[in-house]
């Protein structure tokens, strides 16, 4: 969607809520995923998609443009509701990983890629939430460090330092495992 075009939906949803159809569409299927890959039941993911995009909706009038796509502001909602659906339910955190995220890690922590498979879902184990949530919004979705600042409310120098800070972490864990 034209960025033109969504500053002209967003804009006129907070006066007629029926604009924020659009949006919606658009977005729908690039949230659901992001929450799927997080929660990996499609269940779930589409009840807690469905919470974003109410909340979304019920608080458009709040959204204040701050030169980031909308759906950061999206991403950022569907962050709080996979975090909020695991204290409620008591399961275990799902990490998705792919092919791309893998190489660009086995990159940056200068690791061969087939030992990195290995050991990658061990080597996570030793992160937080948070660390999780930026090496899954860096290396896995793919997000420039000005969005995953914009996602997490934190300083784009600050993620990039905390970006930076969880490889050094990860080739720790990675001397451990080994």
Do not use: H
């Amino acid at each position: 969607m034209p960025i033109e075009d969504e500053k002209l939906y967003i804009e006129k949803s907070k006066t007629d809520l029926q604009c924020f159809e659009p949006l919606y569409t658009y977005y729908y299927p690039q949230i659901l995923k992001f929450v799927y890959k997080r929660v990996e039941s499609l269940d779930d993911s589409r009840e807690i998609t469905a919470i974003v995009f109410t909340k979304g909706l019920s608080n458009i009038k709040k959204y204040k443009d701050q030169g980031f796509p909308f759906s950061s502001w999206l991403y950022r909602i569907a962050i709080n509701e996979v975090n909020q659906f695991y204290r409620n339910s008591k399961k275990m955190r799902a990490i998705s990983i792919d092919e791309k995220g893998i190489k660009a890690i086995a990159t940056e922590t200068d690791t061969d890629k087939k030992e990195m498979l290995s050991n990658l879902k061990i080597a996570l184990k030793y992160l937080s939430e948070e660390e999780l949530q930026i090496i899954e919004l860096r290396y896995f979705e793919e997000r420039p460090f000005a969005e995953v600042s914009q996602i997490l409310g934190i300083t784009e120098n600050n993620a990039k330092v905390k970006t930076y800070r969880i490889i050094d972490k990860l080739k720790e864990a990675y001397a451990k495992i080994a």
